[in-house]
C-alpha cells in the first residue's frame, strides 16, 4: 500500500509538472485564456460524471458555503493557470517550474503573518534559501535585475500565479466538511465560470485563438491528467500516508517541470537554474525536517496546476 501512495504522488506530481510544459506547447496552437477556459469546461464535465451522486447528498453543504468554494476555484483554479499560461509566452518553461518552489514559502509566511503559526530557526533557513532560489531564476541568474526592477514579464506573471495559489491554499482550512469529489466538483464549475470573463476580455483585445487540432489535444491533456488523475492520485496517496507526508511531493512539481521541459521543449538548463532548483528545494527540505512539533493543522491539498 505504500509503495503505491508513492506510486501515486509520483504521477501526481509529474502531471501537474507536464501542466507547464503543456501551457508552453500551447503557443501558437490556441490562446492562454482559451485554454483556461476549455480545461476547465472539460474538467468540469469529467469531475460531474464521478461526483454527481455524492454532490446530491452533499449539497445542503454546498448551498451554505457556495462563495468559499466559487473563491478556490476562481483563484486556485482558473486565476493560477490563467497567469502561468500567459507567463509561458514571455518567459521558459524552465522558469515557471522553478517559481513554483516559492509556494511553501509564500505559504509559510502569510500562515505566520496572520494565524502566528510557530516557526523554527531552520524553517527561517529554509525559506529564505527558497527565497534566493526563487528570486535568482526570476532574476535570469542575475540578482541586480531584480534591485533595477527590472522583472520579466512572465516571471512577474508567475509570480502573481504562486502568489494566487498561495491564498487559495492558505483559505482551505475552512474548507467545508465534505467528500472529496465534492470539493473537487464545485470548484472547478467556479473554475469554469470565471473563466469566461477572462475569455471574454482575451477576445476584445483580439488575442484569441481557437485550438487547432494540437491545441485541442494539449487542451484534454490539462483537463483529464493535470485536472482529474493528478487530484486523484494525490488525494489517494493522502489517504493511504497521511497530508503531510504526501505534502512534500509536490516539491517533485518543479523538479518534473523543468526535466520535462528541457526533454519536450528543448530548453537549455543552465547553471543558475541548477543552483536556484538546488535553493528552492533543499531550503523546503530543511524547513520540512527543522518544523516545530506541534504546528497549526495542515492546509495541504491537491495542486490545481
Not at 451522486?53 to 473563491?71: A, G, H, I, S, T
Not at 522553478?98 to 511553501?104: F, K, L, S, T, V
Not at 467556479?190 to 469566461?196: E, P, Y
Amino acid at each position: 500500500m505504500q509503495f503505491a501512495a508513492y506510486i501515486c504522488l509520483v504521477v501526481a506530481a509529474m502531471c501537474w509538472g507536464g501542466n507547464t510544459v503543456a501551457g508552453k506547447l500551447a503557443i501558437g496552437h490556441v490562446s492562454p485564456m482559451m485554454l483556461t477556459s476549455i480545461r476547465w469546461f472539460l474538467a468540469t464535465a469529467l469531475i460531474a460524471a464521478i461526483s454527481l451522486p455524492q454532490l446530491k447528498r452533499d449539497w445542503p453543504v454546498v448551498r451554505k458555503n457556495l462563495p468559499l468554494l466559487f473563491f478556490y476555484g476562481i483563484v486556485g483554479y482558473t486565476l493560477f493557470n490563467a497567469m502561468l499560461y500567459s507567463a509561458v509566452k514571455y518567459t521558459t518553461a524552465i522558469n515557471v517550474a522553478i517559481e513554483q518552489a516559492g509556494i511553501p514559502m509564500l505559504i509559510f509566511l502569510l500562515n505566520f503573518i496572520f494565524f502566528r503559526t510557530g516557526v523554527s530557526l531552520a524553517q527561517i533557513i529554509g525559506f529564505a534559501m527558497t527565497l534566493l532560489g526563487v528570486a535568482l531564476t526570476a532574476a535570469h541568474g542575475n540578482l541586480t535585475t531584480l534591485l533595477q526592477l527590472g522583472l520579466n514579464r512572465g516571471d512577474g506573471l508567475m509570480l502573481v500565479a504562486v502568489a494566487a495559489y498561495s491564498v487559495y491554499t492558505i483559505f482551505l482550512r475552512w474548507k467545508p466538511p465534505l467528500d472529496w469529489r465534492t470539493l473537487m466538483a464545485v470548484p472547478a464549475f467556479g473554475a469554469m465560470l470565471s473563466a469566461i470573463p477572462l475569455l471574454i476580455w482575451e477576445n476584445a483585445n483580439g488575442e484569441a485563438r481557437l485550438p487547432d487540432g494540437t491545441g485541442w489535444m494539449i487542451a484534454v491533456y490539462t483537463a483529464i491528467f493535470a485536472s482529474l488523475m493528478a487530484q486523484v492520485f494525490y488525494i489517494k496517496g493522502v489517504e493511504w500516508l497521511g497530508a503531510n507526508r504526501a505534502a512534500l511531493f509536490i516539491n517533485l512539481v518543479p523538479v518534473f517541470g523543468t526535466l520535462l521541459s528541457v526533454v519536450l521543449l528543448g530548453e537549455k538548463l543552465q547553471l543558475f537554474h541548477v543552483i536556484a532548483l538546488a535553493l528552492a528545494l533543499g531550503g523546503i527540505a530543511i524547513a520540512e525536517k527543522g518544523r516545530p512539533k506541534r504546528v497549526a493543522p495542515a492546509t495541504a491539498t491537491a495542486v490545481a496546476d
